[in-house]
């Protein structure tokens, strides 16, 4: 039985765009609710909605990783979202993995503000250790995610280099006149 909102689920990059929407909801509330809400309830939500956004973004960060395997036309969020043709097809997507790292920064440092702002001191250096857990392991998972993406460019030209030799030389042999063997 097909269900046509969830079918609609089976491209990545749908997937994509929605689980980055969930990512800037919670994200955004747990800010709100870090610098606005006073007493434990603020504590316990903002901790909540943080730990909840670095979960979407570690697991998406790996499922972003099966995809690179694919035939997907997927390239990331923004070149989902905009227009971007920035060249990706010419070695390591250099401008994927930079859009990457100042997402990570980005977002690491307002966690972290919004952390020193909201924690109490003991409960502030745990969530120094993970905000920068989570954006590292998020590093290394675009770093793999960029790299692969160019091996797999890297194999699919050399594949087609060779198939395009293998052409010319056979096509050279068959106009090729026989010469008779005592010439040879």
Not at 6 to 14: H, I, Y
Not at 58 to 81: C, K, M, P
Not at 85 to 94: E, I, V
Request: net charge negative; hydrophobic share 50%.
């Amino acid at each position: 039985m097909r269900l046509a909102h969830v079918s609609l689920l089976e491209d990545f990059g749908t997937r994509s765009l929605v689980v980055h929407g969930f990512m800037v909801l919670a994200f955004a509330n747990a800010v709100l609710v870090g610098l606005f809400v006073e007493g434990q309830l603020g504590l316990v939500s903002f901790v909540a909605l943080l730990n909840f956004t670095a979960g979407l973004w570690v697991a998406h960060s790996i499922h972003s990783l099966g995809n690179a395997t694919t035939d997907d036309e997927y390239a990331g969020i923004l070149n989902e979202l905009f227009d971007t043709n920035d060249g990706a097809d010419d070695g390591f997507d250099t401008g994927r993995f930079g859009r990457l790292l100042a997402l990570i920064a980005a977002v690491t440092a307002v966690a972290l503000l919004t952390s020193a702002q909201a924690l109490p001191g003991s409960i502030l250096p745990i969530a120094v250790v993970a905000v920068g857990a989570i954006a590292v392991v998020t590093a290394i998972t675009g770093f793999l995610i960029a790299l692969g993406a160019s091996y797999d460019d890297s194999q699919r030209r050399t594949l087609e280099t060779i198939a395009k030799n293998r052409a010319n030389s056979e096509s050279v042999d068959l106009e090729a006149e026989p010469r008779p063997a005592t010439e040879r």
